[in-house]
Structures are given as structure tokens and as C-alpha cells.
């Protein structure tokens, strides 16, 4: 059996469930883009591929994390390509795809569907959508993410477990497709596996928001948009919305610049 998750966290927890019920055993892979945002013409194309590739080094340049576009440190084709690989090797093999509800994991399960649709009656989805679990409080909670789960409740999540039906290939791969040919930037989750696209400047009005006479660290303006935004993403996209939004003239910086640590803005 082999897991794909979307979320590093992921990994670990999902690995300690394992250990607990051998139902469960397999290995976990990772899918470590987040395809919530960023181009995706093209993205199974060489051309898309390296488009994508630019478009990250273009967000990362000028970061502490510059460079790593172009390491293969990240690099989901080859990824799953050894997946797929093991499952032409062997007709038992089975794929179990979790996905929290989140746009970063829909986003990731929409993506796999070109390389797995080969294999209908073996891939199988876990999307934990809108489904109560117990916290290690004992407590009721709804997750956002599967590290958000204590790994003993991954034994009663792995019942939700059903194949990819023939009309979901069909539905889901189309759809996929069309949001691509769309040409923007950022993805939200509106409910079930519904994706709904905006510009590349989604997020920069909340932004704004948290920027003030007042000198504040980047750092400390992306604590406030997490602590008060209802849509959020990564440090780095937004880290390069600020930049953008810095460089339109209307707010000073100082520090490093490339380090959201060191870095302080405040309006004019």
C-alpha cells in the first residue's frame, strides 16, 4: 500500500498510525508542491513544468529561500513517477490518498489524478471533509489538516477509505483542466472539492491591512493576517506579495530585505 499526503507534518503522524494497525502498512509519500497557487498551463508539459519552476524561483529570489527552485529538492513528476512505476510492478498494489479539507490537499489530489488514471479500481481517497474527530483532550474538533489528528484517530479515518469512481476520473480530471486553462494564481476552497480561482493579488487587500505608520517586522504582520484572516497560504507566497506591495511606493522598509525576520515596513 502507499500513502500520499500533501503536508509534511503529515508525514510522521500518518507514519505513527501505521505502526498501530497493520492494516495500514505501506509507505507514505509525499507530494511536496502546493498547487493552491502558482501557474498550472500546461503543468504535465515540459514547458509547464519549467514555467512553474520559473514562476517559484521568481517568488523565492531574493529570499533566504532562493535557489531551491532549482535544487529538484521539490520535484513531484519524478515523485510520483516512482509510484506509478510501482504500481504497473504490481497489480496488488493500492493507492490511498489522504486529504484533509484544505485547498492545499484538494489542490494536490487534483494534480495526481493525470499520473494515477491508469490504475481505476486501485486508487483509493480518504478526504476528511467536514468529519468530527476527538483531540487528545477529548474534545470534538473539526481538522483542517491530518496533523491536526491524534494518530490513534487515523484507525477510525481509515474506514472512509472508498475508490475513485469512473465518473470522479472523468469529472475531476476536466475540471482540473479547466482551472488550469483559467490562468490564475490562487485557488480557495469553497466546499467539497470545489475550487474557485483569483489573481495573484488575492490576498494582497488583507495584507495592507496589517501594515501601519509604525515600523513592524514582516514577521509580525504575518502573525496578525494568521491570527485574523479566515483565507491564508504559505510565508513565502505572501512574503512575495509584500514585496510586491512594498515596491508600489507607499511604505518604507528596512533590515535585510530578503529575510522575513529582519525586515520592517511601515506606511509612508
Partial sequence: MIHIVFNEPDVPVLQEAIMLDEALQGDVVLVRDDYAVGPLEDLYSGTGATLRRDWWSQVMAETENAGKAESGEVNDPNTIAGVVGRMRRNEEEQVWIWAAQNKHDVSGYYFLLHYLKEFPGRIHILYLNNLPFINEKGGIF???????????????????????????????????????????????????????????????????????????????????????????????????????????????????????????????
Fill in 142 to 268: 473539526y481538522p483542517q489538516w491530518l496533523s491536526e489528528i491524534p494518530a490513534k484517530e487515523f484507525l477510525k479515518a481509515k474506514k472512509l477509505a472508498r475508490e475513485i469512481t469512473l465518473s470522479e476520473w472523468e469529472i475531476d480530471t476536466d475540471e482540473w483542466i479547466k482551472l488550469a486553462n483559467e490562468s490564475k494564481g490562487v485557488r480557495i476552497l469553497e466546499g467539497g472539492k470545489k475550487l474557485a480561482q483569483y489573481d495573484y493579488d488575492f490576498y494582497d487587500q488583507a495584507l495592507k491591512k496589517y501594515i501601519t505608520t509604525d515600523w513592524l517586522k514582516v514577521s509580525k504582520i504575518l502573525q496578525h493576517f494568521y491570527s485574523k484572516e479566515k483565507e491564508t497560504t504559505g510565508d513565502v507566497y505572501l512574503f512575495w506579495r509584500l514585496k510586491t506591495i512594498i515596491a508600489s511606493g507607499e511604505y518604507d522598509i528596512q533590515g535585510e530585505g530578503n529575510n522575513m525576520k529582519g525586515t520592517e515596513v511601515k506606511l509612508k
